[in-house]
């Protein structure tokens, strides 16, 4: 569910060469629904490079570091986030192509003008609108269209789609950040993102190949928040809620939760999270929207007194 139209975010996809006019009036469509367009950010092609167009602010920058940029604006997303791309006539062209195969491989939603003509990539079901078309189911319906298969043969394909591209599981680590006070009710840490569709909930992040989960929390916890902290107790390791919102059934999504205690509530966020706010956990599950992975933590966290 969508709650706000600022909530939505794009990245906009063409060839910049063939379609750019085309690019810059999507981006207009989408950003007049009050729509975020995360990319392209500038609207001036000064030149070319190699065949690829050098925007404002790109000049002598090495194209394929304009490109891995450009589509690390993927990560940011969220989960009210999709890829537009604009492709009038079905040519898709082979950069955009490239940057279609990463947004399957990371499990964005993504739209097209037309059903791409030069490039055998499956498509969703229900995944071709015009910009203004797209704009309009979303501030009507407040939610994405759903791209699910409903016929048998690209059932068949979707699922192997999924099982070549992501991922089968997913192991992350999460915190209830307990601010080390004299308080007998202690105050946590909730931070608010787009990735969680505008909600709150607890700092977390995957756990790199090779990393101990507490190694994993310490270093998410500084980088996302500034905060050195001390991992305290296990309180649940669960599969992803089935009824969250973002549950994927081909993919185990395993989250590992612990307390965490930390010195200071001076936060420094990074650019995952937009807004923080320090409540105790009675008033966090009464006041605050929080997106059902954490509330499930923070409801076993009432429930249970941790011991180390």
Same mark, same amino acid.
């Given at each position: 569910m969508i709650n706000s139209p600022g909530d939505v975010r794009v990245v906009l996809h063409g060839s910049f060469q063939r379609h750019f006019d085309a690019i810059l009036e999507a981006h207009a469509i989408f950003t007049k629904a009050g729509f975020t367009v995360l990319a392209p950010d500038a609207t001036d092609i000064i030149g070319f490079t190699d065949g690829f167009a050098v925007l404002e602010g790109e000049e002598g920058i090495d194209p394929r570091q304009v490109e891995l940029r450009y589509l690390l604006n993927l990560k940011n997303l969220g989960v009210n986030g999709f890829s537009y791309f604009v492709n009038p006539g079905g040519y898709v062209g082979p950069s955009t192509a490239y940057e279609l195969g990463i947004a399957q491989l990371t499990g964005v939603s993504t739209y097209f003008t037309k059903a791409p003509s030069d490039h055998p990539a499956y498509i969703g079901q229900n995944a071709v609108w015009s910009p203004r078309q797209l704009a309009d189911y979303i501030l009507t319906y407040n939610s994405l269209p759903s791209s699910l298969p409903t016929t048998k043969d690209n059932y068949l394909i979707h699922r #192997?789609?999924?099982?070549? #591209?992501?991922?089968?599981?997913?192991?992350?680590?999460?915190?209830?950040i307990e601010h080390e006070s004299?308080?007998?009710?202690?105050?946590? #840490?909730?931070?608010?993102?787009?990735?969680?569709?505008?909600?709150?909930?607890?700092?977390?992040?995957?756990?790199?190949?090779?990393?101990?989960?507490?190694? $994993?929390?310490?270093?998410?916890?500084r980088e996302e928040t500034g905060l050195r902290a001390k991992v305290g107790s296990h309180l649940t390791t669960?599969?992803?809620?089935?009824?969250?919102?973002?549950?994927?059934?081909?993919?185990?999504?395993?989250?590992?939760?612990? $307390?965490?205690?930390?010195?200071?509530?001076?936060v420094t966020l990074n650019e995952e999270a937009q807004d923080y706010i320090w409540l105790t956990a009675r008033q966090a599950l009464a006041e605050l929207p929080i997106e059902p992975n954490a509330r499930h933590t923070l409801n076993l966290y009432t429930r249970l007194k941790p011991s180390e």
């Open positions: #192997l789609l999924e099982r070549l #591209l992501v991922p089968g599981s997913i192991v992350a680590v999460g915190a209830i004299p308080l007998a009710e202690k105050e946590l #840490l909730f931070v608010k993102t787009h990735k969680w569709g505008g909600r709150y909930s607890m700092i977390g992040e995957k756990v790199h190949r090779g990393e101990r989960l507490h190694d $994993t929390l310490t270093r998410g916890i669960f599969d992803q809620i089935r009824d969250s919102g973002y549950f994927k059934s081909h993919i185990n999504h395993i989250f590992a939760d612990y $307390t965490a205690i930390v010195p200071s509530k001076k």
